[in-house]
């Protein structure tokens, strides 16, 4: 028997998390354009850290992320612009502080890891600030 080395790639499934069935009518073509614009995104920035990662939070139809605590009503993972991924050992948000130019090249921004101890927050908008790296 053949068995398939598991993918290192993140797929749609794992961003939408299965919200793509319940919430079906919340996902437009722009959302799920967006979506793989940010998997393309932020897949090329694993790559480049050489680092696999399971996503911690995906796309967040509104009516669910209202109900998450502390997110921001304009959350970036309403519209499938942003990503929640594990990092648990802060090694990848690490890896983002010392290569912005990667980011930069990607467009990604990175919410501060000292506002997302546990996972890394990234984007593909900047925020208001402009700036790479941002404080929520
Ligand atoms: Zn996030």
């Known amino acids: 028997m053949i068995t398939k080395p598991r993918s290192t790639v993140l797929k ?44 911690s939070s995906g796309w967040r139809p509104a009516a669910l992320n209202a109900t998450v605590p502390g997110a921001a009503s304009g959350s970036k993972h309403i519209s499938c612009l942003a990503i929640d991924l594990e990092d648990r050992d802060g090694a990848l948000d690490a890896w983002c502080m010392a290569n912005l130019p990667v980011l930069e090249e990607l467009g990604l921004w990175l919410e501060h890891p000292d506002a997302t101890r546990g996972w890394c927050h990234l984007q593909t908008r900047p925020p208001r600030s402009g700036n790479r790296v941002f404080e929520p």
């Open 12 to 55: 749609l499934a794992d961003y939408y998390m299965g919200r793509d069935v319940e919430y079906r009518s919340e996902l437009s073509r722009e959302l799920r354009a967006n979506a793989r614009d940010t998997l393309r995104r932020v897949n090329r920035l694993l790559k480049r850290a050489g680092m696999m990662r399971k996503v």
